[in-house]
């Protein structure tokens, strides 16, 4: 009888699932987007530090109920998806990745099989099942071929047999002794063994044997699971009790919550057991796939799903009501309770109401011809009659017949209340007046212009307006009340009389004002733990006021030293921060949210505050990661740079954690910070001493963790060492001033020297560069052209001459030339001598294509010389016309390089020249160039470089001369 009630009540649980209005609890989703490394959850664990781990498709999330910090390959896992994991004693978070292999995270590092000794030794061949630790601390790492046995001093055994054959594992956990105990497969048989003293001993056989066994089979020393036909047998061993419930469609997994309770997983619902009364209690999370549950330290429960994150259960007591219409989810603007009938005010004019505490909900549609409309109000009105103010006008409900019809349309109602047996006040965004019911008759019109909200208090009407709070007085005086109190003048979103007369003003922005006695008394804002100043309704029950805001519900309490706030949110079970309406009944809290109607009882909320642990989640100095269980270290003093990373744990209280700290050693004063990062990127040498401490939602102060550190002095702070400064600076320092005048004299003489030489050598070039032989040889042409009376090859030639005077005039007075001047320069030149040598040679200039000729430069008159030098000591000796002079000009990486070559009869042959006909005349033209350079090198980093070689042919004899002369890049791409 007790599995027959137990299968109905399941498939009762699960028939829920397909009502229009769905009755469900509150959840807060984690997903990618809050930082989940996937969205497809497989396992979940919670570790002794107060941490949970989630293992994913996509990487491993370690979550401190604020911030996820995820792991991934290249932090040591050897595959991104996880599939399980596994707390021991030692609190090693155990980690299975898809792959068939094993590590655990252990002081902020992934040990793994690459760099761990221990875990080198295991040999994994196949599928890891599962991984548990026995009473001695042996951790049984189990696959489907081999129980690897890593005994606490690392040795590692490993079990292949059972009684000399090899097996197939299927589960694995630990016996009531606290031993290994497995299920597994030999010769067809399904049998279960324990693990005593490293041998398998043969403890019974499970028949039949199901192709689901290794999800549905569940092994600890309390309870154990496995599946008959098609049901799941449960045995306690405690008391060797054993229950039956039919296996679910879809069916998914078990999870163990406590030593009583189970959850049954699958692809439609979660079902929650109580493996001692047989009965299910709850069932989670409808229609979605959910192949995990854990229950936490504070008694939250995790769902992990296979493709939307993971869920958190605050209370089971809280129940959620969506409201929806044509696949719509109704926003929840209102709420009233009338009698004993729940009404629920919605946009589209919809209204829901209920007379069974819940159980279930029916629709009313005000106005078909109506779209849009939402509903602000509901009031009651007579015996059997309610009023219900909208966007659209007032409506008359008749709650007998449920007969509805437009009462009044004039402008959106703000705002209703009851100022009589038959007068409503109607706030609208038009106006504010007094209205009787039975002949709608406009008794008085308090407010002309649009209003927010309004309160008619002994005689003076209060407007909320969204410029502030208006009192009209009974002789219709208005005065302005922000003019006397900032706090009034911004927007007013409510406004409700006390019964003690106080006037309590909901502000959006300024937080929630009492006004009494013609002066504001009391401002509650998020510095008095509001949870938020932006207040949107009111309630007041008794003498407690209750503020719905945009991140939560407040409890305003009046104590004997002034107000008190309990603060509601999403951790407590509310399906939204953001607050549309409020009703209260004694104990029974109504919150109206975008998401529909949370239903509360304050009875039922957990009174015990939740605790908070502080823990280190990373260290870094100077750059550099350091083991988590570091303290009381020494650093030099170029390791100043440091920070601590740090997580306050509270899931309760959903990320609302501040933290107080300070540094002894730098300011002993206590700072407030909302941060889980302290940065000192410069801290002087000295002893210090770094103190934390976490405050969660509920006041409650973790534990003090504390860092203490040294950092050294250098040892120019030491005192021997400024002993010997000193005496060294008063040695030494008159010797120094000396030496220094002195070799500032010296450097200035050598400047000068230097100046004048390079002038010298300037204007020794300039005068060399025409030479008198080279001119008197032109003066000689010009006589000949005058003698042959070629008047016109004269001229020409005396033109060229001139020009070649006047270019050499002007680039000798600058520094840098143009590299296309140079080559106009070298044009002109090689044009004149070659008609004086009357044709002897031909000439060529390359510029390679990526150079611009326009944006380099180069000193002037130093590539003259070697032209000059190739042609009066190469071309000239040549006994025919085929001289040839080539120029190339291109970068070579970081030089521009020019290239000089003839075809002259090389510099051997052009020596025995000169001595043959004994030259009367030196050419000092490449001795100049050379020291010219020598010089220019003392002044720049990359220096110039001059080669000369000779030209051979296949014959080795002289064929010409090249001369390469290199520019570094920095100093011809300057600016001229």
């Known amino acids: 009888m007790v599995n027959k009630c137990l299968i109905i009540s399941f498939f009762l649980i699960g028939s829920c699932s397909s009502s229009l209005l769905a009755q469900e609890h509150s959840y807060i989703n984690y997903t990618v987007k809050d930082g989940l490394a996937g969205s497809t959850v497989y396992s979940m664990v919670q570790d002794k530090d107060g941490f949970l781990w989630f293992g994913t498709e996509t990487g491993l999330s370690r979550f401190d109920g604020t911030h996820f910090r995820n792991f991934y390959t290249a932090d040591g896992l050897p595959d991104n998806e996880i599939i399980k994991l596994f707390v021991d004693s030692r609190n090693r978070v155990w980690i299975i990745p898809f792959k068939n292999k094993v590590c655990y995270y252990h002081n902020g590092k992934i040990h793994n099989q690459d760099n761990d000794p221990v875990l080198r030794q295991l040999a994994i061949h196949s599928e890891i099942i599962t991984v548990v630790e026995d009473t001695t601390g042996n951790v049984l790492v189990a696959d489907a071929g081999c129980i690897h046995i890593i005994a606490p001093n690392g040795t590692i055994t490993d079990i292949k047999e059972f009684n000399g054959k090899t097996f197939v594992l299927l589960q694995a956990g630990l016996n009531k002794k606290m031993q290994g105990k497995f299920l597994f497969i030999v010769d067809h048989y399904v049998i279960w063994a324990d693990l005593v003293k490293g041998r398998l001993c043969l403890a019974g056989y499970l028949n039949p044997f199901h192709p689901n066994n290794n999800a549905s089979t569940y092994i600890s020393p309390q309870l154990e699971i496995h599946e008959d036909k098609d049901s799941l047998t449960f045995l306690d061993t405690r008391d060797s009790s054993q229950s039956r419930i039919a296996l679910p469609n879809e069916f998914i997994n078990i999870s163990r919550i406590n030593a009583d309770q189970i959850t049954i997983n699958s692809f439609s619902a979660t079902v929650l057991l109580d493996i001692t009364r047989h009965t299910i209690i709850d069932s989670f999370l409808q229609g979605q796939p959910v192949n995990g549950v854990l229950e936490d330290t504070e008694g939250n429960l995790w769902f992990s799903t296979l493709d939307a994150g993971v869920y958190r259960l605050g209370s089971r007591d809280v129940q959620h009501y969506t409201f929806r219409l044509d696949n719509t989810v109704f926003p929840v603007l209102c709420i009233q309770k009338i009698d004993s009938v729940l009404y629920v005010g919605a946009d589209r004019l919809c209204l829901w109401l209920t007379t069974d505490k819940g159980k279930s909900f029916h629709s009313l549609k005000l106005y078909d011809r109506f779209n849009r409309g939402r509903i602000m109000a509901i009031i009651p009105a007579g015996e ?36 009589g047996d038959s007068t409503v006040l109607e706030c609208t965004s038009m106006n504010t007046r007094i209205i009787r019911l039975s002949n709608r008759k406009v008794l008085d019109t308090l407010w002309n212009g649009r209003s927010t909200c309004g309160c008619l208090l002994k005689g003076i009407y209060y407007a909320g307006t969204l410029n502030g709070l208006y009192a009209v007085l009974p002789n219709k005086k208005i005065i302005f009340l922000g003019e006397k109190n900032r706090s009034l003048a911004a927007r007013i979103s409510d406004i409700k009389a006390a019964p003690d007369g106080t006037l309590w003003i909901a502000t959006y922005g300024q937080g929630l004002l009492s006004y009494k ?21 009111l309630f007041i029950a008794g003498s407690n006021i209750w503020v719905g805001t945009d991140r939560g519900l407040n409890k305003i309490v009046k104590t004997a030293t002034g107000y008190s706030t309990i603060q509601f949110t999403t951790s407590e079970g509310l399906n939204s921060d953001i607050v549309n309406a409020i009703y209260v009944e004694g104990k029974n809290i109504y919150v109206g949210t975008p998401g529909g109607l949370t239903c509360l009882n304050e009875d039922k909320i957990p009174k015990s505050r939740p605790g908070c642990q502080l823990r280190i989640t990373g260290i870094s100095i100077a750059g550099k990661d350091w083991p988590l269980d570091t303290t009381n270290f020494l650093l030099s003093h170029r390791d100043n740079d440091l920070q601590i990373q740090f997580a306050g744990i509270s899931y309760r209280s959903a990320g609302a954690i501040r933290y107080r700290y300070k540094l002894s050693g730098l300011d002993d004063n206590w700072k407030t910070t909302d941060q889980t990062t302290l940065h000192y990127p410069s801290l002087p040498p000295g002893a210090y001493d770094l103190q934390l401490l976490a405050i969660n939602k509920f006041d409650v102060v973790s534990n003090l963790l504390q860092i203490r ?16 400064l000193v005496l060294l600076v ?84 600058r520094s840098r030339l143009p590299l296309r001047d140079e080559i106009e320069y070298l044009t002109t030149y090689m044009e004149l001598e070659k008609r004086r040598c009357e044709n002897k040679f031909t000439f060529k200039i390359h510029v390679a294509p990526d150079i611009d000729p326009y944006e380099y430069a180069i000193p002037p008159m130093i590539l003259q010389p070697y032209v000059e030098n190739a042609i009066h000591h190469g071309i000239a000796h040549r006994d025919d016309k085929l001289g040839r002079i080539r120029i190339r000009i291109n970068i070579d990486a970081d030089y521009l390089v020019f290239t000089i070559e003839d075809n002259g009869v090389g510099r051997k042959l052009a020596a025995q020249y000169k001595s043959r006909y004994r030259v009367q005349h030196r050419s000092r033209g490449m001795d100049l160039t050379t020291t010219r350079i020598d010089m220019l090198n003392t002044t720049i980093r990359q220096p110039i470089y001059a080669t000369v070689e000779d030209i051979e042919d296949h014959d080795r004899q002289p064929a010409g001369t090249r001369v390469t002369i290199r520019f570094p890049m920095q100093h011809v791409t300057a600016s001229l």
């Open 517 to 537: 006695d013609g002066r504001v008394n009391n401002r509650i804002t998020a510095d008095s733990r509001l949870t938020s100043d932006i207040c949107r309704n």
């Open 730 to 813: 008063t040695l030494f320092v008159w010797r120094l001033f000396h030496y220094r005048v002195k070799a500032i004299r010296k450097k200035e003489a050598e400047k000068a020297a230097t100046a004048a030489r390079i002038a010298e050598l300037e204007q020794a070039a300039l005068r060399s560069r025409m030479n008198p032989h080279f001119i008197f040889n032109c003066l000689n042409s010009i006589q000949l052209y005058v003698m042959d009376k070629d008047t016109l090859g004269a001229n020409e030639f005396i033109t060229n001459f001139a020009r070649l005077i006047r270019q050499t005039l002007d680039i000798s007075a």
């Open 384 to 419: 059997k009659k309610i009023i219900i103010g909208t966007d659209a006008g007032v409506f008359l409900l008749d709650r007998t017949r449920n007969k509805r019809q437009l009462f009044w349309q004039q402008g959106a109602i703000k705002a209703l209340a009851v100022t």
């Open 709 to 724: 550190f040294t950092i050294q002095k250098p040892y120019w702070e030491t005192s021997w060492f400024r002993l010997l």
